[in-house]
């Protein structure tokens, strides 16, 4: 499938260093653009506070300071101003969503792929910063965690103890600049909206021949997979996309000559998905990149012959193929492809160009 957008999204834990890592000229060897809408110290408060709520909730795991989307861009948007196109993405993005953004328009190393990062806070400043001012000292444990009693955090000089620390009454001991986190942004359907979003904002500048759209979820097509730098599996993920762009194909094929999508999914899932969950099966859940590509391979030309046979239907016969007796058909074309008896009950007069249908003879 060609003209997909491609859009990643990532958690960043430290959000200081890939700002430096996508801004800096010194590291990024095709580095186009620049754009900033925070104020300054914004992304370095918004850091402190979001690792200072983390620790004081105990949360398990790593502290998200902020979110990243890697925009992928068609080659033909290269011809346009990089400042002003880094600045349509991000003022829209920032329009849209209310939230502050830091992003670089790149190439990589071998200019195969045009792309923008935009980077974006989870969370909006408040209109007015809440200060919270200490009634009494306030004593904290090593991990920073507020302990009620002076007893609890010193020993019995009245010192503190290791690592205990004292905030004196009358200062502040705790503010904040930034609402909670935006619950959107960690929601699995945000992608899905993002890419909507990107490639609207993508197709005003390409040609009608080049327009992007989004992967159509819960369809026939399979997704291809990116391979990243320096990728172990680069050779084996490389092989997997071109079969998923021969079965893919097929789907174009198939759709052109109106198959149904009812059609075409349940097509999918009797010669991909279900034989795909039975060797996991057979592997205790593990990917078998081998049989993935038999299956695979060996699909593609079922649904080639499934096309090629019912073409030469005439009109009544290829609805009865490809919706009324339709697992029959799907039996029929693995038998034509595999060489085994299935114990079809599809009658051959029918795809021999026939008018037999209705007899289901049984055959063998």
């Not at 580095?31 to 408060?45: C, I, Q, V």
């Not at 925009?71 to 991000?90: C, N, R, S």
């Not at 939230?99 to 190439?107: K, S």
């Not at 795809?351 to 289901?360: A, C, D, F, I, V």
Request: proline share 4%; aromatic share 12%.
């Amino acid at each position: 499938m060609k003209n997909i957008c491609y859009v990643r999204q990532s958690s960043l834990k430290n959000l200081a260093g890939r700002i430096d890592y996508i801004s800096s000229e010194e590291r990024q060897e095709h580095l186009y653009a620049t754009y900033d809408t925070a104020p300054e110290g914004f992304w370095a408060d918004l850091a402190e506070e979001n690792q200072r709520d983390f620790l004081k909730h105990g949360t398990t795991g790593d502290c998200i300071e902020a979110r990243e989307f890697i925009i992928a861009l068609p080659t033909e948007m290269y011809q346009y101003d990089h400042q002003d196109l880094l600045k349509h993405f991000v003022d829209n993005y920032k329009e849209k969503y209310g939230v502050e953004c830091t992003a670089a328009l790149h190439h990589n190393k071998a200019m195969t792929n045009f792309h923008i990062h935009m980077i974006y806070a989870e969370r909006r400043e408040l209109a007015e910063p809440e200060i919270k001012i200490a009634t009494r000292n306030r004593y904290y444990d090593p991990q920073g965690h507020h302990v009620r009693t002076k007893k609890e955090a010193t020993d019995e000089k009245g010192e503190l103890l290791p690592g205990y620390t004292m905030i004196p009454k009358g200062e502040v001991y705790e503010k904040h600049r930034f609402e909670k986190k935006d619950p959107i942004f960690k929601d699995k359907a945000f992608l899905e909206e993002a890419k909507e979003f990107f490639t609207g904002l993508m197709n005003p500048y390409l040609s009608e021949k080049t327009q992007m759209f989004v992967f159509p979820k819960n369809s026939a097509y399979l997704p291809t997979k990116k391979i990243g730098k320096n990728n172990p599996r680069a050779a084996e993920i490389r092989e997997d996309n071109r079969l998923r762009d021969e079965w893919n194909k097929k789907v174009d094929l198939a759709r052109a000559w109106r198959v149904p999508q009812d059609s075409l999914l349940i097509v999918k899932r009797k010669l991909i998905t279900e034989p795909v969950r039975k060797s996991r099966t057979k592997t205790q859940g593990m990917y078998d990149a081998h049989a993935f590509r038999n299956i695979l391979a060996g699909a593609t030309k079922v649904l080639s012959v499934m096309v090629n046979r019912s073409r030469k239907l005439p009109g009544e016969e290829w609805y009865k193929a490809w919706v009324e007796f339709l697992d029959e058909f799907i039996t029929f074309c693995m038998e034509l492809v595999f060489g085994k008896n299935l114990h079809s009950r599809q009658p051959y007069e029918m795809m021999r160009g026939g008018n037999q249908y209705e007899k289901r003879s049984h055959i063998r």
